[in-house]
């Protein structure tokens, strides 16, 4: 005879997990406010809340939508020279720019995938991998 376990509704935890608005909507708020940071709104600031943004709304979507995080996570690989471009041009190059610091970490969050699954990772289909990230 076993003890009953504690009752989750395993629909509603899906639902939350599965449904990709509340991602989506932080990662078009993101784009809003560098957008208008670029046009003159956010000042230097941005390049402090660029790389910090970046973090945290890949975590959010990592947690909330990975899919998201993935597709978030490459545009952000794509998209950071230019923001740093336009941000250099506006208030002037610095040779350490901390706006390229948001992909970076934006990227660091798959770490976490990797510890999750490292018992699987020991397999030989993944040896190829682990050597490319050696």
């Known amino acids: 005879m076993s003890l009953p ?21 932080a990662v078009g708020a993101f784009v809003l406010y560098v957008a208008l940071a670029l046009v003159g709104g956010g000042g230097r600031a941005l390049s402090i809340i660029y790389p910090v943004g970046c ?9 909330r939508h990975p899919t998201i995080y993935l597709a978030f996570t490459t545009w952000t690989w794509l998209l950071t020279p230019f923001v740093r471009r336009v941000f250099d041009l506006r208030y002037g190059f610095h040779p350490a720019s901390p706006l390229l610091l948001g992909p970076l970490l934006a990227s660091m969050l798959a770490v976490v995938t990797l510890v999750r699954f490292r018992r699987s990772l020991r397999s030989s289909a993944y040896l190829p991998f682990l050597i490319a990230m050696a």
């Open 5 to 25: 376990l504690r009752h989750t509704d395993p629909a509603a935890s899906d639902a939350r997990r599965s449904s990709p608005a509340a991602a989506l909507f």
């Open 55 to 63: 973090l945290l709304v890949a975590a959010f979507a990592y947690l």
